[in-house]
């Protein structure tokens, strides 16, 4: 199966390169295709998100990617398409999940004994963060020198879609709790209807539990009673913050896989930036992105690879071979072998 492949910059090409190494290890049958993406597009395309980098993404319906530096990056973004209409979209990152139609952001936040503190050593949920509306619709302005304000949209449509995805990864994966996260009591109507929404959802799957928490007591009860929360479905803003979290807690930001996901096609990234502090130096923390690798042989149905590849990083975690995020002295690529060695 071919996959497309967006290094990105910063430690993205190094992250990039750990995974696939990886993933070749596991002989799946997996093909690479390179997708200009950034600063390698706006060489090659005079655009940092082509029309054609897009239209490869969609052909092939899965890609990885690695991160993109925000600071070049950062700011509004139009998109023009061969029929001529655009959009404008607010950041890089969110240029692409909207022009790929894709609708929310699985992020899970899963312990690791000696690396995660004691409180969060068993901790195992998963943030399914909207991805589509919320503060980041683009629609701001500023007043003059005095005031700006912001849209924060929120359609029926896409808190159903993104409720819906949630409950059925529920039941698909044996997970028996649903949690709204908002802020229903001071934003009543928009949060509210956010709350609605998924209250309207949750009727309609009886066998998984659900409730719900404003996004201050969830932040609270995340840190200190993470056994609290399941599977947590919340807005695109609630979601960012609470994602970085779980990573923290899990250990370092290093650590935290995710995936953007739509109708018709799939895009796995780590939940951090392109970290320009430690670019080039062959330090940073591979597993972020190998854990987004596992979860894109989920998505592929590869399954039996996907569990053994995880197991092999959680080993390789707790056998002590780190990089430096988390106390070691391993280089990117030696973790990577050390993976691979354990895979059998
Ligand atoms: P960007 O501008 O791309 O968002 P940033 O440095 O502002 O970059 P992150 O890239 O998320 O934000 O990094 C925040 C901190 O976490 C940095 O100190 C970075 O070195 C560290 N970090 C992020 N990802 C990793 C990783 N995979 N391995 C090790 N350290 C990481």
Redesign the pocket.
């Known amino acids: 199966m071919k996959i497309g492949v967006l290094k990105g ?3 993205g090409p190094e ?1 990039v390169e750990a995974t696939l190494f990886v993933l070749d290890a596991c002989k799946v049958g997996l093909e690479w295709v390179d997708i200009p993406i950034a600063n390698e597009a706006l060489v090659k395309y005079n655009h940092p998100i082509p029309q054609e980098s897009l239209a490869t993404i969609r052909e092939l319906k899965v890609a990885i990617k690695g ?5 070049k990056m ?1 700011g509004r973004i139009t998109c023009v398409h061969k029929d001529g209409s655009a959009h404008t979209y607010p950041s890089f990152n969110n240029a692409i999940r909207r022009e790929l139609g894709l609708f929310v952001c699985p992020r899970p936040s899963k312990g690791i004994p000696g690396i995660s503190d004691p409180l969060h050593e068993t901790m195992d949920l998963i943030i399914m963060r909207e991805i589509t509306e919320d503060a980041y619709s683009a629609i701001e302005h500023r007043i003059g020198n005095v005031a700006a304000e912001c849209v924060k949209l929120c359609t029926r449509e896409a808190v159903e879609r993104v409720t819906r995805y949630s409950f059925d990864y529920a039941r698909k994966n044996k997970r028996k709790k649903v949690t709204c996260v908002h802020k229903a009591n001071a934003i009543s109507i928009t949060d509210g209807f956010f709350l609605e929404c998924f209250r309207d959802v949750a009727k309609t799957y009886p066998d998984i539990e659900s409730d719900d928490y404003f996004v201050d007591a969830a932040t609270y009860y995340f840190v200190k009673r993470p056994e609290m929360f399941d599977v947590i479905v919340t807005t695109n803003q609630y979601g960012d913050i609470l994602s ?1 979290l779980g990573a923290a807690l899990m250990g ?5 896989p995710g995936g953007n996901i739509g109708t018709e096609a799939a895009v796995f990234e ?9 670019a080039g130096k062959g ?7 190998i854990l987004s690798g596992v979860m894109m042989l989920r998505h592929i149905g590869v399954y039996e690879m996907a569990d053994r590849i995880e197991k092999a990083v959680r080993e390789t975690l707790i056998s002590g071979v780190r ?4 106390g070691g002295t391993s280089g ?1 690529m030696e973790f990577a072998r050390n993976v691979v060695s354990r895979l059998g």
């Open positions: 910059d910063g430690i992250l991160p993109i530096s925000v600071d950062k970085d370092s930001l290093g650590l935290g780590a939940c951090h930036g392109s970290a320009p502090d430690i330090i940073a923390n591979p597993t972020s992105l990089t430096p995020d988390i990117t």
